[in-house]
Structures are given as C-alpha cells and as structure tokens.
C-alpha cells in the first residue's frame, strides 16, 4: 500500500447560511449561558434566595432562632396598624431621610464641583474629604461619642465660646439626640458624596467650562447652569445611594443610643435590629424588612422618575 | 498491564482504605471540653478563675479544656446562632436572664435536674440560688455560680464635708443633695442613666416603695396601676426634680459614672460586686460605707434596699455537652467544690452558690465583706422574671426617665405601653 492510499479523504462539510447562523447561535447561547452562570447562581443563592426568605418569614410568628415558626400569614403586618412604634419609627427615618439628603446633596455636589477644577490642593482635599469613608463605623461612633459627651468637646467648645448656656447632653436629650446623629451621616456623607461627585464631573469636557468663561459666566453660573444640568442622573443614583444607607442604616442608634431616649432615635432601621437581636421577635423584624424594602423600591422609582424628568429639560 | 484495570484497581484500593478508616473505631487522644464565658482578664474573677481551669487540666490530662472569652452581652446570641449550626461549645457562662430561660424548650442547653441528682450536688447549692436558675415547671436550667450584692456606695468623706451622715429615708436623701448643692458640689447620687446599669436604680428606687409580691406583679407582669408601683416611680420623679442625681445623669456611661465616683466628686453610686476590686473605686474604697438606697416614708420595706441574687452567672449544659457528659461532670464537680469557689470568693467578692464555701475572712475583699454585716433590706431583681422582650424598652424608658422634664405620668404610660405592646 502506498502512503497516498492511507490517508483518508478528508470530506468537506459545507452549511447552508441558514444552518451556520443556528449553530452560530446555538453556540453563543451556550457560552453566554457559561458566563453568566456564576453570577446567575451568586445572584439566586445570595441574593433572591434570602430575599424571599424575608417574605416567608414576615409570615411566621417566630420568638427565636431555635424556636419553632407558627404560619401567622398577614399578621405582622396587621400588628402595623396597632403597634404606636411604627408611627414613631416612619417618623423618625422621615426626619433623618429628609434632613440627612437635604443635608448632604447639595453640599457634596458643590464640594464635587470645587474639586473638579482641580484648583492647588484639591488632591489633598480630596483625600480629607474621603476621609470618613475610610473610618469604620465603630471607629465613628467612638469619635462622635467623645465629642457629644457632657463634658465632652462639643460642650467644651461651647463653654470656650463663652456659650456655656447651649450645653446640652446631645445624646440623651430628646430633642437633639437624632439631629445630633444625622449631623455624623451627613459629615461623613459629604465628604464621601463629594468625591463621587468629582468623578463625575471629571468626566465632563473642559471645553464646556472654557466656552462659557468666554461668555462671561462665573463659577457659579456654571456649576448650577451647566454642570448642574448635566449630572442630574448621576445625582439621582447619588440621592439613591444616600437614601438607602439611611433607610436600613442603623448602626449609630446600636452604638450610641440604643434608639432612645425614650424613642427618640428610633428608626425603622433600628426597629428592625431591635425585633430581631434584643426582643427576639423574628416574624415581625422580617415583616419590617419588607416594608423597608417597599419603601425603598416606591421611593426610589419617585427619585427616577423625577431625575429623568428633569433631565429632559 | 491494561490501563483500564489499572485505573480500576487503584480506584477500590483508594475506596477499600477510606472503608476501613472509617471503621477504625474511635480517634484516640483527649475529650474537648470549650467553656464561652466573660471572665477574662479585665474580670477580677479571672485569676482565680484561671487558677481553677489550670488545676482543672492538670488533674485531667485526658480533657482539652478550652475557654474563650466573649463579651459578656454577646454571649447569648453567639450561643444560639451556633446551636443552630451545632458549633456551640459544651458549656456556657451567662446569666439567668431573659431569653435564657426559653434554652431548654428551645434545645439550646439541656435541663440538669437529673445531674444535681446524679451526680451528689442537690444538697450542696443554696435553695435561693437553685431557683432564680428554675422555670415555673421546675426545670433547672443551668447550675448558679456567680451571686452580687449590687448594694449603694456611699462616700463618707463627701457627705461629712457637709456635716451629714448616711441617709435612710429619701427625705433625708434630698436635704443631703441640698446641703451638697448649697456648698457647691454636685447633686449625691451618680449613676449611669445613659445605658442599662441607670435602669438597675431606676428600678431599685422604684422597688423602695414596693413589697416584692408587687415589684413581680409590675416589672413581671406589666401592671402599673398598682399604687405601691406609681408611688415608686414618683418617688424616683421627685428624687430626680429635687437635684438628687448628678448634673446631666441622663448622658453619663458606666465607665463615666465609676470615674466621677471613683475620684470622690461624688457622694453615692449604685455598683454590684463586681467593682468591688476595679482600679478606678480603690481611690475612694477606704471611705465607702456600704448600704441600701434610703426608702420613703409609708414603704413596706423597714431597711434601705439593695439587691442581692444568683443571676450573674449559671453554667449552661448544651447539647454538645450532653453528648460529651462523663468530661463535663468531671469539670461541673470540679469547679463546685468548696475550696474552688472558695478562691472566687476571696478574690472577686463573689458569692457563692453552694454551701459551706471555706472562705480565709483575712483574704476578702474590705467591700466585699461589709455586704456580709451591713443594714439593709433585700429586694428581688427582677433579671429573673421581667420578660426578655421588654427589656430593651425598659432601658429606653428609663434612660428618658433620667431626663429632666419627664413627667411620672409619661412613665408609667410608657411602661405600661411597653407592656402591652408584648402581650
């Protein structure tokens, strides 16, 4: 036998477009099934699995971990409309939310816009201004505890002042207790708010800026009449992220306050906490988790809507 | 050889051997035994306590004993979470409070009723001690190790330099906190009305007008409409609008209260025995005279009062210690002979839970001794029976209680709302 007579033929398939476009597709359905696969399984084992099981806890009377669950159905969420703390905590996360945004939006986006024209120093600023983001919140706590003490630096400073008269138990008296919490917040929240600002506005072509120095505008005509205009979504995803770290956020109350005195520091958040860890009400936590997570989904549709709205004009 | 069978035979041998490790029988080598507790070095229980685990493991060199401490808050939680998980350790210091009464339904400890028996302990624990540790079906919970005294500290030196002795009645308590005031110091009485602690006088003032029976009926079972229970929290509204308490008492912490009293500023504070041997009293302790909080007139009690109880402390048997129980009652009859706890005695001004504990009187505590002879009525804590869900908006209630301006009707409407809101 010859060495030609050993090889085999080799016979050449060919595919009609219609059958290549298939198998093409076939094949990307395949990999793209791959690719997202892991991140389908993260999303079901961690995300939407727990989040359900939220929903199907909301629905048990549940006294502790190692108790058993009774089916209550709407229960809990009945108990709403009798429990006064409801009322007190809708309240409170209303003031924070309000005083906490207000606070910290307008303040971080012209802090975000000083920084964006890179002046002398903005490096360092910056790094000061992102400070707090680094500071965990223990750390935090500590510092403001130190500060809001009776004889702490607050009162101190006062007293230097010559105002000794404003010296106030910040903490523990009912009408500055939470205010004196959602100063940290929006302390923290403008420094951190700002930097994310500058990004965005880095982004923004300078040319922008020059043309309407030539026509005669100021800074501040271009930061409310340009820059402005132009990051009215990427505030909205900002206001969305400030929004939702107060809502759920409750760590200040767990270390500074335990939610009082009396209620005055009680948020939903820390309701939330307080069901769950100190009066083991498991069911009820859960049922508030929902409602927390109805609040934030209406509310954050609202802040959509409005920005991409405004953002037509 | 064919690679087919080669791969096969090397696969049974690889099987054949994990068969027969896992019918090897027992691993040899010691029993683990883990203890959570909150003794550790910041504790003044934790010398002697560690002398204890030393000799406990000397003696058995066939049981691992491992402790780990936790915070003393966070323990109860850790332990339920890891009974779920069954990781929890084989025993448990904690108190005989709140939720820990529920561990046995819930199968986070077992009940040691049978042990006490078992293993020859019945007789030698305090009837007292036994049961602040049962449930109202007599199931025991935990064995009681730790009792306080949680008694009033007064500084005598401070009320002398106004020509005043200790008072026994709230009248005298508030022309004390005048005398004090008129001569420029602070109100007498510091306490910690920013956390828990704050709640403990809180309550203690408010037992000053009640008979035990109506301190249950109230802190236990949420009536408020007992007169003995209004009187209580009026006498502690009107011992507050008096100037009794320090200037801005509503912000002060555990830590800021021992400091303001441990540097003499103040004349009372209301601390357990377990600061009997902190660093920041010893400044003051030779001046400290031991007592109950003065009572107002027409209380049923005929002393001061103070507390004294067992709910510090209880070792809690868990599942994983029952599986492993011949180790554990080695360490639970180790630890409860007298002499052990004894050195906890004498080192920490603890007391104790078993009978006839051999105690050297040289080597106490000087406060520690005084709660052994001073003249003061015991009221009943209410660890035991105030229910686990109300506490942490007792403590809330309290905290705004400290607060000037808090009227005894908006207490009281609160406690009984707090109440209510569990039922």
Same mark, same amino acid.
């Given at each position: 036998?010859?060495?030609s007579?050993?090889?085999?033929?080799?016979?050449?398939?060919t595919?009609?477009?219609?059958?290549?476009?298939?198998?093409?597709?076939?094949?990307?359905?395949?990999?793209?099934?791959?690719?997202?696969?892991?991140a389908?399984?993260?999303?079901?084992?961690?995300?939407?699995?727990p989040?359900?099981?939220?929903?199907?806890?909301?629905?048990?009377?549940?006294d502790?971990?190692?108790?058993?669950?009774?089916?209550?159905?709407?229960d809990?969420?009945?108990?709403?409309?009798?429990? /006064? @703390?409801?009322a007190? =905590?809708?309240?409170?996360?209303?003031?924070?939310?309000?005083?906490?945004i207000?606070?910290?939006?307008?303040?971080?986006?012209?802090? +975000?816009?000083?920084?964006?024209l890179?002046?002398p120093?903005?490096r360092v600023?910056?790094?000061?201004?992102?400070?707090?983001?680094m500071?965990?919140?223990?750390?935090?706590?500590m510092?403001?505890?130190?500060?809001?003490? /009776?004889?702490?630096?607050?009162?101190?400073f006062?007293?230097?002042?010559?105002? *000794?008269?404003?010296?106030?138990v910040?903490?523990?008296?009912?009408?500055?207790?939470?205010?004196?919490?959602?100063?940290?917040?929006?302390?923290?929240?403008?420094?951190?708010?700002?930097?994310?600002?500058?990004?965005?506005?880095a982004?923004?072509?300078?040319?922008?800026?020059?043309?309407?120095?030539?026509?005669? $505008?100021?800074?501040?005509?271009?930061?409310w009449?340009?820059?402005?205009?132009?990051?009215?979504?990427?505030?909205?995803?900002?206001?969305?992220?400030?929004?939702?770290s107060?809502?759920?956020? =409750?760590?200040?109350?767990?270390?500074?306050?335990?939610?009082g005195?009396?209620?005055?520091?009680?948020?939903l +958040?820390?309701?939330?906490?307080?069901?769950?860890?100190?009066?083991h009400?498991?069911?009820? !936590?859960?049922?508030?988790?929902?409602?927390?997570?109805f609040?934030?989904?209406?509310?954050?549709v609202?802040?959509?809507?409005?920005?991409?709205?405004?953002?037509?004009? | 050889?064919?690679?087919k069978?080669?791969?096969?035979?090397?696969?049974?041998?690889?099987?054949?051997?994990?068969?027969?490790?896992?019918?090897?029988?027992?691993?040899?080598?010691?029993?683990?035994?883990?203890?959570?507790?909150?003794?550790?070095?910041?504790?003044a229980?934790?010398?002697?306590?560690?002398?204890?685990?030393?000799?406990f493991?000397?003696?058995?060199?066939?049981?691992n004993?491992v402790?780990?401490?936790?915070?003393?808050?966070?323990?109860?939680?850790?332990?339920?979470?890891a009974?779920?998980?069954n990781?929890?350790?084989?025993?448990?210091? #904690?108190? +005989?409070?709140?939720?820990?009464?529920?561990?046995?339904?819930?199968?986070?400890?077992?009940?040691?009723?049978?042990?006490?028996t078992?293993?020859?302990?019945?007789d030698?624990?305090?009837?007292?001690?036994?049961?602040?540790?049962s449930? =109202?079906?007599?199931?025991?919970?935990?064995?009681?190790?730790?009792?306080?005294?949680?008694?009033?500290?007064?500084?005598? @030196?401070?009320?002398?330099?106004v020509?005043?002795?200790?008072?026994?009645?709230?009248?005298?308590?508030?022309?004390?906190?005048?005398?004090?005031?008129?001569?420029?110091?602070?109100g007498?009485?510091?306490?910690?009305?920013?956390?828990?602690?704050?709640?403990?006088?809180?309550?203690?003032?408010?037992?000053?007008?009640?008979?035990?029976?109506?301190?249950? =009926? *109230?802190?236990?079972?949420?009536?408020? #409409?007992?007169?003995?229970?209004i009187?209580?929290?009026?006498?502690?509204? $009107?011992?507050?609008?008096?100037?009794?308490?320090?200037?801005?008492?509503?912000g002060?912490d555990?830590?800021?209260?021992?400091?303001?009293?441990g540097t003499?500023?103040?004349?009372?504070?209301?601390?357990? $025995?377990?600061?009997?041997?902190?660093?920041?009293?010893?400044?003051?302790?030779?001046?400290?005279?031991?007592?109950?909080?003065?009572?107002?007139?027409? !209380?049923?009690?005929?002393l001061?009062?103070?507390?004294?109880?067992?709910?510090?402390?209880?070792?809690?048997?868990?599942?994983?210690g029952?599986?492993?129980?011949?180790?554990?009652?080695?360490?639970?009859?180790?630890?409860?002979?007298?002499?052990?706890?004894?050195?906890?005695?004498?080192? $920490?001004?603890?007391?104790?839970?078993?009978?006839?504990?051999?105690?050297?009187?040289?080597k106490?505590?000087?406060?520690?001794?005084?709660?052994?002879?001073?003249?003061?009525?015991?009221?009943?804590?209410?660890?035991?029976?105030?229910?686990?869900?109300?506490?942490?908006d007792?403590?809330?209630?309290?905290?705004?209680?400290?607060?000037?301006?808090?009227?005894?009707?908006?207490?009281?409407?609160?406690?009984?709302?707090?109440?209510?809101?569990?039922?």
């Open positions: 036998m010859t060495t007579e050993k090889l085999i033929p080799l016979k050449e398939k595919f009609s477009n219609e059958e290549y476009g298939r198998r093409n597709a076939r094949r990307r359905r395949v990999s793209f099934f791959f690719l997202v696969a892991p389908l399984v993260w999303f079901l084992a961690f995300m939407l699995w989040l359900l099981n939220m929903f199907y806890i909301s629905t048990m009377r549940w502790g971990l190692n108790l058993p669950k009774k089916f209550i159905f709407l809990n969420f009945i108990k709403f409309f009798h429990d /006064p @703390k409801i007190i =905590a809708l309240h409170n996360t209303g003031t924070y939310l309000l005083v906490g207000i606070g910290v939006i307008p303040l971080a986006f012209m802090l +975000g816009f000083f920084l964006s890179r002046k120093g903005y600023l910056r790094t000061i201004f992102f400070t707090p983001a500071l965990s919140v223990a750390a935090l706590a510092i403001f505890l130190g500060l809001y003490r /009776p004889d702490g630096m607050l009162n101190s006062l007293n230097v002042l010559g105002l *000794s008269s404003l010296n106030q910040w903490l523990m008296n009912k009408s500055t207790a939470l205010f004196s919490l959602i100063a940290i917040d929006i302390w923290g929240g403008i420094g951190f708010n700002s930097v994310l600002f500058f990004a965005a506005l982004s923004l072509p300078e040319e922008l800026y020059e043309a309407a120095m030539l026509d005669g $505008a100021g800074y501040w005509t271009i930061m009449k340009i820059a402005f205009p132009l990051m009215i979504d990427f505030i909205g995803v900002v206001t969305i992220l400030q929004f939702l107060i809502l759920s956020g =409750a760590a200040y109350m767990i270390l500074l306050t335990g939610g005195p009396g209620t005055a520091t009680f948020t +958040g820390y309701y939330l906490y307080d069901q769950a860890f100190l009066s009400r498991l069911g009820y !936590s859960q049922a508030m988790g929902v409602l927390i997570f609040i934030g989904i209406v509310v954050i609202l802040i959509r809507r409005i920005t991409s709205r405004l953002s037509r004009y | 050889m064919n690679k069978i080669f791969s096969i035979t090397i696969a049974m041998l690889m099987i054949a051997s994990l068969l027969l490790t896992a019918c090897g029988g027992k691993p040899s080598g010691p029993v683990t035994v883990t203890i959570w507790h909150n003794w550790g070095p910041d504790d229980k934790y010398t002697a306590f560690k002398s204890i685990l030393d000799d493991r000397a003696a058995n060199p066939d049981i004993l402790d780990e401490v936790y915070v003393d808050s966070d323990i109860p939680l850790k332990v339920e979470t009974v779920t998980a990781q929890e350790p084989e025993l448990v210091f #904690t108190g +005989g409070i709140g939720n820990a009464f529920t561990w046995v339904d819930s199968g986070v400890a077992v009940a040691v009723n049978d042990y006490l078992e293993w020859g302990l019945a030698k624990f305090l009837d007292s001690a036994i049961s602040q540790y449930t =109202a079906d007599g199931t025991i919970i935990a064995f009681p190790i730790e009792g306080f005294s949680w008694p009033i500290w007064y500084n005598t @030196k401070v009320l002398e330099s020509g005043l002795g200790i008072p026994k009645t709230t009248d005298e308590l508030i022309a004390a906190a005048q005398a004090l005031r008129a001569a420029g110091k602070d007498p009485v510091v306490a910690s009305g920013a956390d828990g602690m704050g709640g403990k006088l809180f309550e203690l003032i408010l037992q000053s007008a009640m008979t035990d029976a109506e301190a249950k =009926a *109230s802190l236990g079972g949420g009536d408020w #409409t007992i007169p003995n229970a009187k209580g929290v009026e006498t502690f509204v $009107a011992l507050r609008d008096a100037g009794v308490f320090v200037d801005g008492v509503e002060i555990y830590g800021g209260a021992e400091a303001r009293f003499g500023e103040v004349a009372m504070c209301h601390y357990g $025995a377990w600061a009997f041997a902190d660093d920041a009293m010893k400044p003051v302790a030779a001046d400290v005279q031991l007592g109950g909080f003065p009572i107002p007139a027409g !209380s049923p009690h005929q001061p009062v103070y507390f004294k109880a067992f709910s510090a402390k209880g070792i809690f048997i868990t599942p994983n029952q599986a492993k129980i011949d180790a554990v009652e080695k360490f639970i009859k180790f630890i409860f002979q007298p002499e052990m706890i004894a050195r906890l005695v004498e080192s $920490a001004g603890m007391n104790p839970s078993i009978k006839d504990v051999p105690v050297d009187e040289s106490l505590n000087p406060l520690f001794a005084q709660t052994l002879t001073m003249e003061a009525e015991v009221v009943f804590i209410s660890d035991t029976y105030m229910p686990g869900a109300v506490t942490t007792f403590g809330r209630i309290t905290q705004e209680a400290f607060a000037p301006g808090t009227t005894a009707e908006k207490i009281l409407a609160d406690l009984a709302a707090a109440y209510a809101a569990i039922k």
